[in-house]
């Protein structure tokens, strides 16, 4: 299950623990959970059906003969069955359409701004940095040496 966080580095899983952060990652871990529904991969129509996730997004899943996705996550491992529901394991996390984008987060690591970082994470400015509003003004790096 933990192969579903491939695709998220491991900075941004250790960033999304901050404390300014915690609202995102709820936010995120919520968007996993579909309250009052207890689905089993077998009662999942052909075609296409809309969930409401705990955070009141909606997911959508697409069962095109027995291949079934969840926001374009297959189901890897279906009915894993919980003392409280059914699990449907993912192979891959996903987040609310038009929530957040980790690419600046991943490219100011990538060039080694760690201080940078630093001071975005206490100045509780992180969940700026990980808006998907594509307009976001030009971001100017001191350089660290």
Same mark, same amino acid.
């Given at each position: 299950?933990?192969?579903?966080?491939?695709?998220?580095?491991?900075?941004?899983?250790?960033?999304?623990?901050?404390?300014?952060?915690?609202?995102?990652?709820?936010?995120?871990?919520? /968007?996993?959970?579909?309250?009052?529904?207890? +689905? %089993?991969? =077998? !009662?999942?129509? *052909?075609?296409?059906?809309?969930? @409401?996730? #705990?955070?009141?997004?909606?997911?959508?899943?697409?069962?095109?003969?027995?291949?079934?996705?969840?926001?374009?996550?297959?189901?890897?491992?279906?009915?894993?069955?919980?003392?409280?529901?059914?699990?449907?394991?993912?192979?891959?996390?996903?987040?609310?359409?038009?929530? /957040?984008?980790?690419?600046?987060?991943?490219? +100011? %690591?990538? =060039? !080694?701004?760690? *201080?940078?970082?630093?001071?975005? @994470?206490? #100045?509780?400015?992180?969940?700026?940095?990980?808006?998907?509003?594509?307009?976001?003004?030009?971001?100017?790096?001191?350089?660290?040496?």
């Amino acid at each position: 299950m933990n192969s579903a966080f491939v695709g998220v580095t491991p900075f941004i899983l250790q960033y999304l623990q901050l404390p300014t952060m915690l609202p995102i990652l709820r936010n995120i871990v919520m /968007y996993h959970i579909v309250p009052n529904t207890v +689905l %089993y991969s =077998v !009662n999942i129509p *052909a075609g296409m059906m809309i969930l @409401a996730a #705990s955070n009141n997004a909606t997911l959508t899943v697409i069962n095109n003969t027995g291949v079934v996705t969840v926001n374009n996550a297959n189901i890897t491992q279906p009915d894993v069955l919980a003392a409280n529901g059914v699990i449907q394991v993912l192979n891959n996390v996903t987040v609310p359409p038009g929530t /957040y984008d980790f690419g600046l987060l991943n490219a +100011l %690591y990538n =060039v !080694n701004a760690t *201080a940078f970082l630093g001071l975005i @994470a206490q #100045s509780s400015l992180g969940p700026y940095f990980v808006s998907s509003v594509p307009s976001s003004p030009p971001l100017l790096l001191p350089q660290q040496n």
